[in-house]
């Protein structure tokens, strides 16, 4: 069974930096795309950033130069840097798996897998 557990969550005030873990169990993940997306209240869930095939790392424009994807397949874990954090980042964090070796895909209905989620607040 598939488990996907973030964590490292918290209230900070902007500019700080938080990272994020997810710890994925459950079979390997080597080579599928992972990713994070966020949910601030009254919104849709959006794409954050992914790591995929070849490496390849994609990010949504609104954290761009802030926010850094990171995984370590041996580990079964993947990462999120955030620094110079802003109170529109805001939201509760989720990491997923999409089952194909893709580059990207923002889509969050293309995704299979999906974590509880860890709350972020960025006070001003």
């Known amino acids: 069974q598939v488990q996907l557990k973030e964590s490292g969550g918290g209230l900070v005030q902007a500019g700080d930096s938080l990272r994020l873990s997810c710890a994925a169990s459950?079979?390997?993940?080597?080579?599928?795309?992972m990713a994070w997306f966020r949910q601030a209240p009254g919104k849709e869930r959006e794409f954050v950033a992914s790591?995929?095939?070849?490496?390849?790392?994609a990010y949504a424009e609104s954290v761009k130069g802030r926010f850094t994807i990171s995984r370590d397949d041996a580990l079964n874990m993947l990462y999120l840097q955030m620094n110079n954090l802003k109170p529109e980042d805001t939201a509760v964090y989720y990491c997923?798996?999409?089952?194909?070796?893709?580059?990207?895909?923002?889509?969050?209905?293309?995704?299979?897998?999906w974590g509880q989620g860890t709350q972020v607040t960025v006070s001003s």
């Open positions: 997923a798996v999409r089952n194909f070796s893709d580059k990207y895909n923002y889509e969050k209905e293309t995704y299979q897998y």
């Open positions: 459950g079979r390997t993940f080597s080579g599928v795309l």
């Open positions: 790591k995929g095939w070849a490496d390849y790392s």
